[in-house]
Nanobody, 123 residues
Framework: QVQLVESGGGLVQAGGSLRLSCAASGDIESINHMDWYRQAPGKQRELVAA???????NYADSVKGRFTISRDYAKNTLYLQMNSLKPEDTAVYYC?????????????????WGQGTQVTVSS
């Protein structure tokens, strides 16, 4: 089984910073890519930042220049450094991982989600 455990959410004032972490563990052969999503109340889940296995990053326009995605490959841990936070960044943030596993002699790619961590930015 594979688990994604997130941490680092909380309450912060506008202009402040938070750092989210997502640790992947379990029967993983390799990780293809890991991303951060968020979902605000009444809205659809949206991609915030993506990091491919080759190291390419992509950001939602709304967070460019403020958020930075990174990964510790040795620890299989994904990070999201969030600076200059705004009230509109308030949401539940989810870690997503596409991982390759060897099961019953077959290599396949699987999708996994973390449990989510609440980020609240007060004005």
């Amino acid at each position: 089984q594979v688990q994604l455990v997130e941490s680092g959410g909380g309450l912060v004032q506008a202009g402040g910073s938070l750092r989210l972490s997502c640790a992947a563990s379990g029967d993983i052969e390799s990780i293809n890519h890991m991303d951060w999503y968020r979902q605000a109340p009444g809205k659809q889940r949206e991609l915030v930042a993506a990091l491919t296995g080759g190291g390419t990053t992509n950001y939602a326009d709304s967070v460019k220049g403020r958020f930075t995605i990174s990964r510790d490959y040795a620890k299989n841990t994904l990070y999201l450094q969030m600076n200059s936070l705004k009230p509109e960044d308030t949401a539940v943030y989810y870690c997503y991982c596409n991982a390759r596993r060897l099961r019953f002699g077959i290599r396949l790619d699987y999708d996994y989600w973390g449990q989510g961590t609440q980020v609240t930015v007060s004005s």
